[in-house]
């Protein structure tokens, strides 16, 4: 575990994300978190010195992951440990090849680098989902109603990229010390919960 905390800040990212992120759906569901984990992962793994530390933050997270959904299920401990551990890779697997991607292209092309993770964790999830049922980043949004209210468009996979999308943004930002790039994310999430905003204002309930 040394080499894991070789880099104090993306251990600090991992230590941080891997919280919130047992504590965003699955058996708890705080909707602040899912917004912070995911960046505080991308921005972890792309910051790790050493193929070592890589391989040690996976395995604590997928040890993690099957804490998360432990009891949760209703499969029994070992249907508990299964989910969560394919929870686990369906996120794993996503992290992994952002860090790969984003080295390559964050010098030659900030967007391509910055969409690739919201694109890679959307695709991997979709194709999971062809096999089974699995949960998405969107679903710990369910109390968030302006944003709930996107989904009418762009489906819980839309919902799921934009997450996703901010949290890249913000990683990115926290790297490189910079602030424009978030801002801009965070001007789209604004008209996003504005419109839903009014779709949820101006809706008429069955009662009326």
């Known amino acids: 575990m040394k080499k894991l905390f070789a880099n104090p800040g993306a251990a600090g990212a991992f230590v941080l994300g891997l ?32 193929r070592r530390a890589e391989i040690a933050a996976g395995i604590v997270f997928l040890l993690a992951q099957t804490a998360r959904y432990w009891g949760y299920t209703g499969a029994g401990a070992a249907g508990d440990a299964l989910i969560g551990a394919l929870v686990g890779v369906t996120v794993l697997l996503p992290l992994l090849l952002d860090r790969v991607v ?84 965070a001007l789209v999430l604004l008209a996003v919960f504005v419109l839903g905003g009014g779709r949820v204002a101006f809706t008429p309930t069955r009662g009326d």
């Not at 194709?127 to 109390?143: K, T, V, W």
Request: overall charge positive; aromatic content about 14%; charged content about 10%.
């Open 19 to 50: 919280i919130a992120c047992v504590f965003s759906c699955g058996r708890f569901n705080i909707p602040m978190l899912g917004w912070i984990w995911p960046a505080c992962m991308l921005f972890a793994f792309r910051t790790f010195r050493s």
């Open 102 to 185: 984003y080295l390559r292209l964050r010098q030659k092309n900030v967007a391509c680098a910055l969409l690739f993770a919201p694109f890679v964790f959307t695709a991997v999830v979709m194709l999971a989902d062809l096999f089974i049922s699995m949960p998405q980043l969107a679903y710990s949004q369910g109390e968030t109603l302006p944003l709930v209210q996107a989904s009418a468009i762009v489906g819980s996979y839309g919902v799921s990229f934009l997450l996703t999308a901010f949290a890249s943004t913000l990683a990115y930002c926290m790297e490189e010390k910079k602030s424009r790039p978030v801002r801009i994310c």
